[in-house]
Nanobody, 118 residues
Framework: QVQLVESGGGLVQAGGSLRLSCAAS????????WGWYRQAPGKQRELVAD???????NYADSVKGRFTISRNNAKNTMYLQMNSLKPEDTAVYYC????????????WGQGTQVTVSS
């Protein structure tokens, strides 16, 4: 069983920073993709940033230049450094991995709340 545990969310003033972490554990296999998503109240879940094993890193236009995705392969941990936060960044942030041995599956974390006050 694969488990993803996010941490690092909280309340921060506009212009501040937060660092989210996502630790993966269990019978994971090979991780082919990592990603951060977010969902604000009344809105659909959207991609924030992701990385694929092909070496591609993608960011939503709204976070480019402010957020940075990174990972520690040895620890099976992914990070999202969020700088210059804005009230519109307020959402529940979820991490996701695509992993497996022969067949790949998507696994999601439980989410962590990020609230940015103006």
């Amino acid at each position: 069983q694969v488990q993803l545990v996010e941490s690092g969310g909280g309340l921060v003033q506009a212009g501040g920073s937060l660092r989210l972490s996502c630790a993966a554990s269990g019978h994971i296999g090979s991780i082919d993709a990592w990603g951060w998503y977010r969902q604000a109240p009344g809105k659909q879940r959207e991609l924030v940033a992701d990385w694929t094993s092909g070496g591609n890193t993608n960011y939503a236009d709204s976070v480019k230049g402010r957020f940075t995705i990174s990972r520690n392969n040895a620890k099976n941990t992914m990070y999202l450094q969020m700088n210059s936060l804005k009230p519109e960044d307020t959402a529940v942030y979820y991490c996701k991995i695509r992993a497996g041995f022969i067949l790949e599956y998507d696994y999601w974390g439980q989410g962590t709340q990020v609230t940015v006050s103006s």
